[in-house]
Structure formats: C-alpha cells, structure tokens
C-alpha cells in the first residue's frame, strides 16, 4: 500500500526549535530544567488534538502517549522515542530557524553572524541534497534539530497514523524524554507504564540509517591533591595540584586515543572538563570504545599516565573514579534480530537505501535496551549537532515520518 501524505513536519519542527530545552548538566532537578515542560505541553496538546486521548506529560518531564492497534492480529508493541532537550554546548535561546528552498550546493552564510557558514565542502552531505530544503538557525544558535527533528518526525508519522485507519498496525507507543544531551534521558522512564515490547529512537543523522551498535561509555574521574604554601615562601614545599593536572593533559597520546585522531571502530579518551586549584584539581573524562575490553585498556592506560606524573610528585596524591555511563546496545539486540530488519525494510518501502551502521556515540537507546527494551536508532536528517553550524534536510525529515508508518505497518504484516 502506498502513501498518501499530507506532510506537516516542517511546520511543526518550526514550532518545536523556536522553544528553548536546553539541559543543564550542573542542575540536579529532574529534568535538568524546568522549560523543557514547556515543548512537553505543546506536544500532550498536539497529540490531544489528533485524537491520541491518554497523552501525558509526568512530573519528570516525560510525554508518554498510545496509538491505539487497528487490527486484529496480536502484534508486539513498539515505540517510538525522541528527547525534546537541546545540548548545552550551545545556546538554544532565541532560535531563529531559517528555509534555504531548493538548495543547489552553495556555501550558507548564517545572517546574524556572518563568520559562521555552513560551507558545502565541510558537509558532504549537503552534496546529497541538492534541489531539497534546507533548515539552518541564523548564526547565534544551534538548531534543535538533534533531536527536534526526530520528534516532528514522530508527530507527523502520529498524525497520519491517526487519520489514516486503513493502514493497518497495532499499539505503537509514543516516548518523549528530557536531558538526553546530558546523560540522563531515561532515568525516570517507567518501562511498565510505557508498556512496549521493543522501541526505536527516532535521532540519527543520514538519510537511511538505521544504527544498531552504539560505543560504551565510561566516566572517568582523577581527583588531584596537592599541597599549599605560600607562594613567596614556597621553595621546596608548595606542590601544585593544577600543574599536575595539567601534566596528566598534556602526556595523553597526540597521535591516537583522542577524539580529533579516531574514526571508525577506534575509541578514546577526551578530558571534557578540568578545574581545581592549588591544593585540589579534577579532570572529568569520557571514555568510549565498542567493546568492554577496549574500554578497560583505554582506561588501564589513562591510570598509568597518572601514575606516571604522580610518580614525579611523591608529595601529592592521586586517584582515578570509574563510572559506568551506558553500553552496546548491540549486545542486546543481537537476540533480537527482527528489531533493526524490519526497520530496514521499513526503509527500504519509503524508497530509501537503508544504510546500517554503528554511532561513535549513545542514545537512549542504549540504555533502554539494557533495562529491557532492545531499541536501535533511526535517521532523522540531523547534522552537525551540537554547533551553531546544524542543519537538516526538509525532505529526510519527511522520509523519517515515512518510515516510521511503513515500520508500523511491517510489524503488523510479520505479526
């Protein structure tokens, strides 16, 4: 059966950046911030509006809603899942998204500040879209795009699902989460209230993809302790806990293990945050690999540069903190090879060349299938997240809706 849709993600996904959800990583709410309610109670208002009756917002900031099944066969429930917050790498108030029509490969200069351009040659997949629509914010802000596109996506695909009853599908569950950027996107999700069988994050980058591998990630913390005096009487006693720290930095590898030097399936170590003083300094890592042995080395060798410098200083003090941050979704969905199939051939159906690949990162996928919920990642056209410089594509949006209802409708088939 084909498609007859009346696409309505541009005008939404224009709604939804124009909001400012950015998490906090420092806040210790939940959600991180309060205005990330605000997108949640437009969306509960959105999803009243085309009949989803039991849409929610709860007191954490989830948005839980149900299209209800419209066969009669017994169909596993899925659902679909995006996080409404922005990143805080970047400001997301005051956006002002701007519609580049029938883009033709030219270089897009942001118009409130000049220096920042979009250059064709630096995005090769703008290359991708020629004669296409493209959306960009204006030069002071990122877009939202990631993963507001994924939620215009989830609404659009909700709405024609919804007005749509000869395409047949059973019970799809709908996941709207907070502070994803930061870590903590499914802490407060109520898998027996959401009720779903297997989930799909709707947050990936390039038309077609679907990702079923994910990196794992560890936090990994070295906490310095030095020792004080007085600067003009210091001579032989003063040892610097910043000076140390700043000694761990600069022994890392310069050709390998850091993000700026890895590709692929390589992992590293990235030092995302130092400060102290005098007496006490930390450096807060990030260290990502695909597999669980990879991690321990990566992290084996970042001990022992900071056993090496502290070598050089008996009189300070040093420990390193491990801390688990999320896992290879591969290694649940792995036993569940029909999740990430029936999304390719759902890709496929919206006339797409399914591209199936790992993230050199996480989603909340990654979590949600270690707590019981295999959940793979499909492409929602979002690019260079996280900057100023972000863009998305008016017509991979619109695919992304696309395949979310031919997903729906491939379960109910292989039901």
Known sequence: MSLSFQHQVLDRFLRYVVIDTQSDPESKTIPSTEKQKNLGKLLVKELHEIGISDAKLDKYGYVYATIPANTTKNVPVICYCSHMDTSPDASGAGVKPIVHRNYQGQDLVLPDDPTQVI?????????????????????????????????????????????HPEWKHGVIKILFTPDEEIGRGVDKVNIKKLGAQFAYTVDGERLGSIEDETFSADAAVITIEGVSAHPGFAKGKMVSAIKIAAAIIERLPKDRLSPETTE???????????????????????????????????????????????????????????????????????????????????????????????????????RLSFMGLPCPNIFAGEHAFHSRLEWVSVQDMEKAAETLVHLAGVWEEHS
């Open 119 to 163: 250059r064709a040659k630096e995005h090769p997949d703008l290359l991708e879209q020629i004669g296409n629509d493209i959306v960009t914010a204006s030069g002071t802000t990122l877009l939202g795009a990631d993963n507001k596109a994924g939620v215009a996506a989830i609404m659009d695909a909700a709405h024609y699902l919804m007005t």
């Open 264 to 366: 692929g399936r390589e992992g590293f170590v990235h030092p995302g945050l130092i400060s102290g003083s005098l007496e006490s300094a930390t450096i807060r890592f990030i260290v990502r690999d695909f597999t669980l042995e990879g991690l321990k080395k990566h992290e084996d060798e970042l001990r022992a540069i900071m056993e090496s410098v502290l070598a050089e200083y008996p009189a300070a003090k040093g420990k390193m903190e491990i801390i688990e941050q999320y896992r290879n979704m591969k290694e649940v969905l792995k036993d569940y090879p029909q999740v990430a199939a029936h999304a390719v051939e759902a890709i496929k159906r919206a006339g797409i060349t399914p591209h199936l690949s790992s993230i050199r990162g996480g989603t909340d996928g990654s």
